[in-house]
Structures are given as C-alpha cells and as structure tokens.
Antibody, heavy 121, light 113 residues
C-alpha cells in the first residue's frame, strides 16, 4: 500500500524558514518523480514543485522560484521542501504526491494528507 | 501557461441523476504524436487529499467506480457521473499535464439537490 506522510509544518513568521519532509513507502521511491502541491485554506490546488526520480531535474512555480528548494534522498525514501523567505500567501496545506510523468509533465496517482504551513506574525 | 477553466463553479444534482462537469483548456492538450489528451480529473472530499479518478482524459484509475467517466479532446473535456451517489459529494478538479508544471482548474463543488 502506497503511503505518503508529510511532516514539518507549523506556524512561522513572515520572512522565516521551514523544512517539510515526506516519508514514502509501499512503492519503489527511486523510480518515480515526486511533487509538492499546496492548497490555501478554502482555495484550489496549486502545483509548487516537481523533482525527477533521480533528482536530476526540478521545476518550480513562479510564485516560489528562488525561495523554495525541493530535494529527495532515495536512500531514505524521503522528499523535502526547504521554504525560505516565507510570505503570508504561502499559508496552505502542503501535499506531497507521487507522479506519473510523461516527457512533458505529470499527473499524481497518490497524495499524502498534507501538512499545514501558517505564515503569520 | 495553460489556463484550465471549469464550469460550473458549483452544481446540485439529485441522487441517482447524472452530473456533468466541464473543463476547458486555453490551448490544446492533445499530443499529436501519440493522440493522447494530457488531462486528469481528481475528486477531493472535505478534509481529504485529492483522489485521482481519470487520466488520459478517459482512462479510469483502478478502483474508481464505473459511474465516473471522462470524455473530450483538444481543449474541451467533461467528467460525467452517471448516477449520483451520496458519497460523490466533493470538489472536482481537472488538471493538464501537457506542459510544464501541471495546472488545475478552479474546482467544481458538487452537492446533493
């Protein structure tokens, strides 16, 4: 059974940093691209970033480019999202998701429950 | 970026009746080399993460009831629930994966009439 368990969310002041983790199990982690997708309270879904299976490629939404860094440790089956210079508009539930990717982009076949990040003074 | 627009924003349907949700992309998501539409549908129930229903515009994910079907090509797509059940109350999202980071529609909230 595929499981994705996010952690690391919490309350942080504007300008602060936070590191999210996602522990994966139930599939061969190193074979799949992975993504972070966020959802602001009461709002829709926004793709934040995606990383290739080997970590050779990463892509970011314009809204987080230069502030967020996605990485993975295939030996630990774990995905990370380092978030710096956080803004109020980054407040959201952050989901990690397992990707099914073509040469161009991905859809996600499994999602974690998410971890809430609140940016507020 | 490809913009995905769903209609309607909300929908109320009686139990056992058909529900139809539309999704329009700002450019075609049909890849000519393989004739596949790079379009997925998700269901999100309150307090839960999204759940994949449909990919390649019309392929049902394993375990998804056959009352859910996807259709369309190019820029216009439809998710149909043939006979609405109480457990289908949710927000439904379309998503293109033709290019770049996938972009989602704004969501359609489905309720029981």
């Amino acid at each position: 059974e595929v499981q994705l368990l996010e952690s690391g969310g919490g309350l942080v002041q504007p300008g602060g940093s936070l590191r999210l983790s996602c522990a994966a199990s139930g599939f061969t982690f190193s074979d799949y691209a992975m993504s972070w997708v966020r959802q602001a309270p009461g709002k829709g879904l926004e793709w934040v970033s995606v990383i290739s299976h080997s970590a050779g490629s990463t892509f970011y939404a314009d809204s987080v480019k230069g502030r967020f860094t996605m990485s993975r440790d295939n030996s630990k089956n774990t995905l990370y999202l380092q978030m710096n210079s956080l803004r109020a508009e980054d407040t959201a539930v952050y989901h990690c998701a397992k990707g099914q990717c073509s040469s161009t982009s991905c859809y996600n076949d499994y999602w974690g429950q998410g971890t809430l990040v609140t940016v507020s003074s | 970026d490809i913009v995905m627009t769903q209609s309607p924003d909300s929908l109320a349907v009686s139990l056992g009746e058909r529900a139809t949700i539309n999704c329009k992309s700002s450019q075609s998501v049909l890849y000519s080399s393989n004739s596949k539409n790079y379009l997925a549908w998700y269901q999100q129930k309150p307090g839960q993460p999204p759940n994949l229903l449909i990919y390649w515009a019309s392929t049902r994910e394993s375990g998804v009831p056959d009352r859910f079907s996807g259709s369309g090509s190019g820029t216009d797509f439809t998710l149909t629930i043939s006979s609405l059940q109480a457990e289908d109350v949710a927000v439904y999202y379309c998503q293109q994966y033709y290019t770049g980071l996938g972009t989602f529609g704004q969501g359609t909230k489905l309720e029981i009439k």
